[in-house]
């Protein structure tokens, strides 16, 4: 069916975020689908059920098959138009995982990664070691001829010995300095023992506790010595003078990076590692004896260590080479590299070495060949560490320090080239082999095709003219290769081997874009490649970004920021120091040019980045309000976007929240009176924002007449929300008036000392137990009814409300309340003046009736009358903390506390509470103790002597899925220890917080849980939607099914209206009266209600109990309807009880599993009848609209996708409303019976007060049921006590039909497509009709085992599309009947599947 269209517009916006579209477009699959031959088969059966009552018109062909002037609904072939369908109570709000609450919860994401480095190092010092003795080979080195000779690029025999030293020192100082132009270098060319040793105490005591660079070049010297002594000369330059480690490391001492250039450097770092291991234990175990406050050093272990080759390795002396090969390898990599290239490829006969030091171009301008082959090996070797590395070693190596990171990066190519040369290159922390890793290919690829070019760029073209440089494809092709990565995606959660690249490519102009946009595609995977990307170093990036005038990268940076902060709000100071929150602020302003699509959507990020920015950071609070972020928000509380709206309002309260100043500036622009607008607002969670900004408004206010004026006019404005139909809303406003009740808890505890004071005075009792200031208040509250205190009275009934909500989170955060002021009414000086009242009400309870948390009081508090002789100032605390642990949540706080003045009620007494005298806000408490109320686990089970403290039932009850209805504390004083001056109990010492002395803390999770929208991928499609996925499966099987029963089913329903009703299909025993009964269209489910609050499922085609579990409404009361929705997809169970609330369950088929989707009250002024129908429901799916009625005056409205209350259309009846049918194709024009015998019509179409458009008063007695079909034609029928049943059409006065029972009629229902009724009456007669009157069969109900007895017909209803039907009984026996074609049709379609699966069969 598709949605009225008018309806359709207003609920876009909502329906776009709380409902799933499923079956677009599959008419086939629609419960009101009658193909295409409904109308030939109308006109076939036209004289056979003839419209009685109808005139018939002279021109048959302006005959139309459908009732009610349906046909329009209709297109020419007889079926209704394209059909869209929403499922509802699907939105993520609605996604339960605490089993019984429905409340919001908070995911488990994967926790932050600690990317940040605490202590960022910078490398200040660089000591230059260097041993050549040019000219004298070292004793123990035999050296070919030719031999590598180059140091530093520099041929040492060319110049005399000294002038070739000082140029060589002076080279390698020039080729540090490119990557630390700022370090202090000292160089010691071929030094002795002493210089040594001064050169590096002399750096330790400048750098402090920053790092020191120590190379040694021991080209010159003897190798290292097993030990690891390193060799230096004598001042005569006569011997080889050996230094010890020992002396090295207290030289240098920590932090420091050793580059150890010499054969069998790998002898100095194990050696090292020894020795420091060693010295940092003993520096452990001195740190014991250390005084106070004595800073230790750092330890050596964490020296960082580089050594050209392994132990027994000697360096290579290729003298097409350097001889210094590892530290040209550290360097000058990229001249290492393209030499080393040209060498292992001989075909490159263009190429020289010689021309490759001629390379054009600088190594810090990308755009030049020479830098473009440093960019390119920049991002190589930091994939290459990226996905080998582990992420700590990763983050110390390559990200804290920046001569740290580009040595190591140096060592991975050096890792390549000495391997080719026979040496293993060392490092400590030790690197796993990369000299194989498959980047090096892209590396070799890059310079192949650089060198390609080189001999046109050197010689030129003959006109004299340089060729231009075509840039690589290097990052072209990686960026493709990471789109393609995005495109399959990780399930392991792996990060991808490009990410590191991406990085690199943000650098670039050319590539920016393109790097944005697939890098914020891989943040949209969730917080798990968030963290991947802090990890490789994102965020100096994307903060350098922030200056970036560039227009089009506003909204990919704005995704990126939103993900980057919704998982880490660290980033609060970043932002303030360069002032990068001001972007955002610029892109939320209303006259911000924004040159792209989904504007408000990405005004909603920067509102969530500036909320996190301001949250909990006063300096960020600070700076925003100075850039008017509140005004801007104001402008955009009104957006057609809703998710815009929700960040706007939580912004302003993020920005406020416990900063007066900007609560001031919020004041003055009015953005209190703002917000109270947006509590209407048809989104859920806009409300829930507006709510929780508010919250924040009135807490931490100092308090002034002013002030409070203000406090009461917002609360007052806020409990417009007691109504709503969104359990997140309604916790929002307990915790709103929590600050309320806190500032001004005097006022409010004696507001509930007058309110209990009226209790007694409403109940008969004598004046003069009511003291005089009493009457005073009460007179000056009757004078001014919205004085500070008649609104605090209203407050304080409003909360008593909430504290037996209908949801579990609410009662909860509401009783808190409650309990803590009714312990400071019971601790204070006003108990005093209470206590006779209390004594005097707990007698006169004995005649009344008794409160319905009497039985269970009864069991769990003590039954003996406490001493009074105490009460001369105050309750005893022990006994005040007793009563307030156990007061019933009511307006009527003194007829609850009776139980406890030890005066039992009466056995006999009736279950029902008398209504209270809360008024507006509803009626008395929903809950009570038929609210499977617990207590202690010690007193369900028993005491330490294991006698039960509880009264229990002699028959097991039903499983609750609400668990605790209310907050009820009981607790037994030997458990806990009590404060001696206090009383107060304590768990180990420490005052319990959840007992009602304490200070409820109620802390809101509603922030985080919108935060969580950011954590959640946004650009991937939903996964019902992508073929292949299971959801989408499922889905596509579930439509299937369905077309299935619908084509086997509605070709047959001309032949059901004809035949007998007569089948026995399945016997089951309920074990308790079936006074509801609902099957599934599709799922062979049955769905039974007792008179009590117990629902049973079961499978009616194996007779099979599949579930059973409590609704948990209170006792005295019972459950009203019953009904499924969604039922084209996974279907829900909607159960309204007689107390006015309707409770939704998903999984209500599967034992222990069954959840409450949400639960709220959808009649609130229920009227007392001598016959009560409590509340009844009809669903409209194609609307999404609930439609409730009962003792009530007005039909209620509810919009599923909003939650909330549309219209309140008058019945203009005083009788109570017994049964609500609908139009379920338009959803216009519903139908309700009442127990006076009426029948009226309503047309949603018209203004409330005029929606009433036809009234039928020809039944005598109460309505039983009221059916319009949702198929067929659309027949109408209604059925009263009085044994009548009428078939209606909406535009006439009379009867179309008048059928007679001749028995009272107790049940009653119509086939949705088949023109078949049928009745149930007490007389155990079941009697099915057509809708022309003509009785189908008779059947007497029998039940037992053997059929011997005869029950009571109690409930009865149809398949909505099979031709069976459910009849339950008073004794709890539930039969499924059928007509007589039934058997026949399974047997056919059972021999069919048979000749099937033979064809199938191979032949021999």
């Given at each position: 069916m598709r949605p009225n269209k008018k309806d359709n517009d207003n609920n876009e916006d909502a329906r776009s975020t709380n409902s799933t579209l499923v079956n677009a477009g599959m008419s086939s699959a629609n419960e009101q689908d009658d193909d295409a031959e409904a109308v030939q088969e109308a006109q076939e059966t036209r004289n056979g059920f003839r419209r009685q009552g109808q005139p018939m018109d002279q021109d048959e062909e302006e005959w139309h098959p459908y009732r009610h002037g349906f046909e329009e609904d209709f297109d020419e072939?007889?079926?209704?138009?394209?059909?869209?369908?929403?499922?509802?109570?699907?939105?993520?709000?609605?996604?339960?995982?605490?089993?019984?609450?429905?409340?919001?919860?908070?995911?488990?994401?994967?926790?932050?990664?600690?990317?940040?480095?605490?202590?960022?190092?910078?490398?200040?010092?660089?000591?230059?070691?260097?041993?050549?003795?040019?000219?004298?080979?070292p004793p123990d080195v035999v050296k070919t001829n030719p031999c590598a000779k180059l140091e530093a690029w520099i041929d040492p025999f060319v110049l005399p010995v000294p002038k070739s030293l000082e140029n060589i020192g002076k080279a390698l100082q020039?080729?540090?300095?490119?990557?630390?132009?700022?370090?202090?270098?000292?160089?010691?060319?071929?030094?002795?023992?002493?210089?040594?040793?001064?050169?590096?105490?002399?750096?330790?005591?400048?750098?402090?506790?920053?790092?020191i660079l120590f190379h040694y070049n021991g080209h010159g010297v003897p190798k290292p010595t097993s030990s690891g002594e390193i060799w230096v000369f004598n001042k005569n330059y006569t011997q080889y003078i050996p230094v010890s480690l020992l002396d090295l490391q207290s030289w240098l001492g920590s932090p420091c990076i050793y580059v150890y250039d010499c054969s069998a450097a790998g002898n100095i770092l194990l050696s090292f590692?020894?020795?420091?291991?060693?010295?940092?234990?003993?520096?452990?175990?001195?740190?014991?004896?250390?005084?106070?406050?004595?800073?230790?050093?750092?330890?050596?272990?964490?020296?960082?260590?580089?050594?050209?080759?392994?132990?027994?390795?000697?360096?290579?002396?290729?003298?097409?080479?350097?001889?210094?090969?590892?530290?040209?390898?550290?360097?000058?990599?990229?001249?290492?590299?393209?030499?080393?290239?040209?060498?292992?490829?001989?075909?490159?006969?263009?190429?020289?070495?010689?021309?490759?030091?001629?390379?054009?171009?600088?190594?810090?301008?990308?755009?030049?060949?020479?830098?473009?082959?440093?960019?390119?090996?920049?991002?190589?070797?930091?994939?290459?560490?990226?996905?080998?590395?582990?992420?700590?070693?990763?983050?110390?190596?390559?990200?804290?320090?920046?001569?740290?990171?580009?040595?190591?990066?140096?060592?991975?190519?050096?890792?390549?080239?000495?391997?080719?040369?026979?040496?293993?290159?060392?490092?400590?922390?030790?690197?796993?082999?990369?000299?194989?890793?498959?980047?090096?290919?892209?590396?070799?690829?890059?310079?192949?095709?650089?060198?390609?070019?080189?001999?046109?760029?050197?010689?030129?073209?003959?006109?004299?003219?340089?060729?231009?440089?075509?840039?690589?494809?290097?990052?072209?092709?990686?960026?493709?290769?990471?789109?393609?990565?995005?495109?399959?995606?990780?399930?392991?959660?792996?990060?991808?081997?490009?990410?590191?690249?991406?990085?690199?490519?943000?650098?670039?102009?050319?590539?920016?874009?393109?790097?944005?946009?697939?890098?914020?595609?891989?943040?949209?995977?969730?917080?798990?490649?968030?963290?991947?990307?802090?990890?490789?170093?994102?965020?100096?990036?994307?903060?350098?970004?922030?200056?970036?005038?560039?227009?089009?990268?506003?909204?990919?940076?704005?995704?990126?920021?939103?993900?980057?902060?919704?998982?880490?709000?660290?980033?609060?100071?970043?932002?303030?120091?360069?002032?990068?929150?001001?972007?955002?602020?610029?892109i939320l302003g209303v006259n911000a040019g924004m040159p792209f699509q989904n504007v408000s959507e990405h005004r909603a990020m920067c509102a969530f980045i500036l909320a996190t920015f301001c949250r909990d950071f006063p300096q960020g609070q600070q700076a925003c309000l100075k850039q008017q972020v509140i005004q801007y928000c104001l402008t955009h509380v009104a957006d057609n976007d809703h998710l815009l709206r929700q960040w706007a309002c939580l912004c302003i309260g993020q920005l406020w929240r416990n900063y007066n100043e900007a609560k001031s500036v919020g004041l003055q622009s009015g953005a209190h009176e703002r917000l109270t607008q947006i509590l209407s607002d048809p989104i859920p969670e806009v409300r829930a924002a507006a709510m929780w900004s508010l919250g924040t408004f009135i807490s931490n206010l100092d308090q002034n007449e002013q002030v409070i004026q203000l406090q009461n006019n917002l609360a007052m404005s806020a409990l417009v929300a007691t109504t709503d139909a969104s359990p997140i809303v309604r916790k929002e406003l307990v915790i709103f008036l929590s600050s309320l009740v806190f500032d001004h808890l005097d006022v409010f505890v004696t507001v509930a000392s007058e309110l209990l004071a009226s209790e007694q005075q409403l109940s008969g009792g004598k004046q003069d137990l009511k003291s005089k200031n009493w009457d005073e208040k009460e007179k000056m509250a009757q004078q001014d009814k919205m004085s500070p205190q008649a609104v605090y009275a209203v407050i304080w009934k409003a909360l008593l409300c909430l504290s037996v909500d209908s949801n579990n989170g609410v009662a909860t955060a509401a009783s808190k309340l409650v309990d803590y002021v009714n312990f400071q009414l019971l601790s204070g000086p006003v108990a005093q003046s209470l206590t006779p009242i209390l004594q005097q009400q707990a007698l006169r309870s004995q005649s009344m009736s008794s409160s319905s948390m009497g039985s269970l009081h009864q069991s769990t508090l003590p039954q003996a009358t406490p001493d009074r002789s105490n009460t001369s100032s105050t309750l005893g605390h022990r006994t005040a903390k007793q009563v307030a642990n156990t007061l019933k949540r009511s307006a009527s706080l003194a007829v609850t506390l009776k139980s406890y003045m030890g005066y039992p009620s009466q056995s006999n007494a009736s279950e029902s509470s008398r209504p209270s005298s809360i008024g507006a806000f509803g009626p008395k408490s929903a809950q009570d103790s038929g609210n499977t109320l617990t207590t202690d686990p010690r007193q369900q089970n028993g005491g330490s002597?294991?006698?039960?403290?509880?009264?229990?039932?002699?028959?097991?009850?039903?499983?609750?899925?609400?668990?605790?209805?209310?907050?009820?504390?009981?607790?037994?004083?030997?458990?806990?220890?009590?404060?001696?001056?206090?009383?107060?109990?304590?768990?180990?010492?420490?005052?319990?917080?959840?007992?009602?002395?304490?200070?409820?803390?109620?802390?809101?999770?509603?922030?985080?849980?919108?935060?969580?929208?950011?954590?959640?991928?946004?650009?991937?499609?939903?996964?019902?939607?992508?073929?292949?996925?299971?959801?989408?499966?499922?889905?596509?099987?579930?439509?299937?099914?369905?077309?299935?029963?619908?084509?086997?089913?509605?070709?047959?329903?001309?032949?059901?209206?004809?035949?007998?009703?007569?089948?026995?299909?399945?016997?089951?025993?309920?074990?308790?009266?079936?006074?509801?009964?609902?099957?599934?269209?599709?799922?062979?489910?049955?769905?039974?209600?007792?008179?009590?609050?117990?629902?049973?499922?079961?499978?009616?085609?194996?007779?099979?109990?599949?579930?059973?579990?409590?609704?948990?409404?209170?006792?005295?009361?019972?459950?009203?309807?019953?009904?499924?929705?969604?039922?084209?997809?996974?279907?829900?169970?909607?159960?309204?009880?007689?107390?006015?609330?309707?409770?939704?369950?998903?999984?209500?088929?599967?034992?222990?599993?069954?959840?409450?989707?949400?639960?709220?009250?959808v009649l609130t002024d229920m009227l007392p009848s001598s016959k009560s129908t409590g509340t009844i429901t009809d669903w409209q799916q194609g609307r999404g609209s609930l439609l409730v009625g009962g003792d009530a005056r007005v039909i209620r409205v509810w919009d599923a996708a909003r939650e909330l209350c549309i219209s309140d259309i008058p019945t203009r009846s005083g009788a109570p409303v017994t049964s609500i049918t609908s139009d379920q194709v338009s959803g216009s024009i519903f139908v309700v019976g009442f127990g006076d015998g009426a029948v009226r019509v309503y047309d949603r179409r018209k203004p409330q007060h005029d929606a009433m458009v036809m009234t039928w008063k020809k039944h005598k007695s109460w309505i039983q049921n009221v059916r319009m079909q949702r198929g067929g034609f659309r027949e109408l029928v209604s059925g009263s006590v009085d044994g009548t049943i009428k078939v209606w059409d909406?535009?006439?006065?009379?009867?179309?039909?008048?059928?007679?029972?001749?028995?009272?009629?107790?049940?009653?229902?119509?086939?949705?497509?088949?023109?078949?009724?049928?009745?149930?009456?007490?007389?155990?007669?079941?009697?099915?009709?057509?809708?022309?009157?003509?009785?189908?069969?008779?059947?007497?109900?029998?039940?037992?085992?053997?059929?011997?007895?005869?029950?009571?017909?109690?409930?009865?209803?149809f398949h909505p599309h099979e031709y069976v039907f459910g009849v339950g009984g008073d004794d709890g026996w539930v039969s499924i009947l059928g007509w007589s074609g039934v058997n026949a049709s399974s047997q056919q379609q059972q021999q069919q599947q048979q000749q099937q699966q033979l064809q199938q069969q191979p032949t021999l």
């Open positions: 072939n007889g079926l209704p138009p394209e059909h869209v369908y929403y499922m509802f109570y699907t939105d993520k709000r609605h996604e339960v995982t605490t089993g019984h609450n429905a409340e919001i919860t908070l995911r488990e994401w994967e926790p932050l990664q600690d990317w940040r480095m605490r202590e960022k190092l910078k490398t200040i010092s660089v000591a230059l070691v260097l041993c050549l003795n040019i000219g004298i080979d020039a080729q540090y300095e490119v990557w630390q132009p700022r370090a202090r270098y000292k160089a010691a060319l071929d030094p002795s023992m002493e210089d040594t040793k001064k050169l590096c105490c002399v750096l330790r005591r400048n750098a402090k506790e920053e790092r590692n020894r020795f420091a291991e060693k010295r940092d234990l003993d520096a452990a175990k001195q740190a014991g004896s250390q005084p106070p406050g004595t800073i230790p050093s750092p330890p050596l272990r964490d020296c960082i260590q580089l050594a050209a080759c392994g132990p027994d390795d000697t360096l290579p002396m290729n003298p097409d080479l350097p001889a210094d090969i590892f530290t040209a390898c550290l360097t000058t990599p990229i001249e290492i590299a393209l030499r080393w290239f040209v060498l292992q490829h001989p075909l490159l006969h263009n190429v020289t070495v010689e021309m490759v030091t001629r390379i054009p171009g600088k190594l810090n301008d990308r755009r030049t060949p020479l830098g473009e082959l440093n960019w390119i090996f920049t991002s190589i070797t930091d994939t290459i560490a990226w996905n080998v590395l582990s992420r700590d070693l990763f983050k110390t190596l390559f990200r804290q320090d920046l001569m740290v990171a580009a040595l190591f990066r140096n060592f991975l190519l050096a890792d390549r080239i000495m391997r080719s040369q026979k040496c293993t290159p060392m490092s400590s922390p030790a690197l796993p082999p990369t000299h194989q890793h498959p980047m090096w290919d892209s590396w070799d690829l890059a310079l192949d095709m650089c060198l390609a070019q080189l001999p046109g760029l050197l010689e030129g073209d003959p006109a004299g003219t340089h060729l231009s440089y075509q840039p690589s494809m290097f990052f072209t092709e990686q960026l493709m290769a990471f789109e393609v990565w995005l495109g399959h995606g990780s399930p392991s959660h792996e990060a991808p081997e490009q990410l590191a690249i991406v990085l690199q490519v943000l650098l670039s102009q050319v590539h920016r874009l393109r790097a944005l946009l697939l890098l914020s595609k891989f943040l949209d995977l969730g917080p798990w490649a968030v963290n991947h990307a802090l990890a490789v170093g994102i965020s100096p990036y994307v903060l350098k970004l922030l200056q970036s005038p560039a227009a089009d990268l506003k909204p990919v940076l704005v995704f990126i920021w939103a993900r980057l902060l919704a998982v880490d709000r660290s980033f609060q100071n970043d932002l303030l120091k360069d002032n990068g929150f001001v972007y955002f602020v610029g002597n294991g006698t039960s403290r509880t009264l229990r039932s002699t028959t097991p009850r039903p499983r609750s899925v609400h668990g605790d209805a209310g907050y009820v504390q009981a607790q037994a004083s030997a458990s806990y220890p009590i404060h001696a001056a206090t009383g107060a109990a304590a768990v180990n010492g420490t005052p319990d917080p959840n007992l009602p002395e304490a200070r409820p803390q109620l802390e809101s999770v509603f922030y985080d849980w919108c935060c969580e929208y950011f954590l959640e991928p946004q650009m991937k499609g939903v996964e019902g939607d992508e073929p292949g996925s299971v959801n989408y499966n499922e889905r596509l099987w579930r439509r299937v099914r369905n077309e299935k029963i619908i084509y086997e089913c509605h070709p047959l329903r001309e032949q059901a209206g004809s035949s007998k009703w007569d089948s026995n299909i399945q016997s089951m025993n309920n074990e308790s009266a079936a006074m509801h009964l609902v099957m599934h269209s599709y799922e062979p489910h049955m769905v039974i209600a007792d008179d009590k609050r117990n629902i049973s499922v079961w499978n009616w085609k194996e007779g099979q109990l599949l579930n059973r579990f409590s609704n948990s409404n209170p006792r005295g009361t019972s459950i009203t309807s019953v009904k499924y929705i969604n039922e084209d997809d996974v279907a829900m169970l909607l159960v309204a009880s007689g107390e006015g609330v309707v409770r939704l369950y998903r999984k209500y088929d599967e034992p222990n599993q069954t959840d409450i989707v949400t639960s709220w009250r909406v535009r006439y006065q009379e009867a179309l039909c008048t059928i007679v029972a001749r028995d009272p009629i107790s049940a009653l229902d119509l086939h949705h497509h088949a023109p078949v009724i049928a009745s149930g009456s007490p007389t155990q007669y079941i009697k099915v009709w057509n809708v022309n009157g003509e009785g189908l069969s008779t059947v007497r109900s029998y039940s037992g085992l053997f059929g011997q007895r005869q029950a009571k017909v109690t409930s009865l209803g």
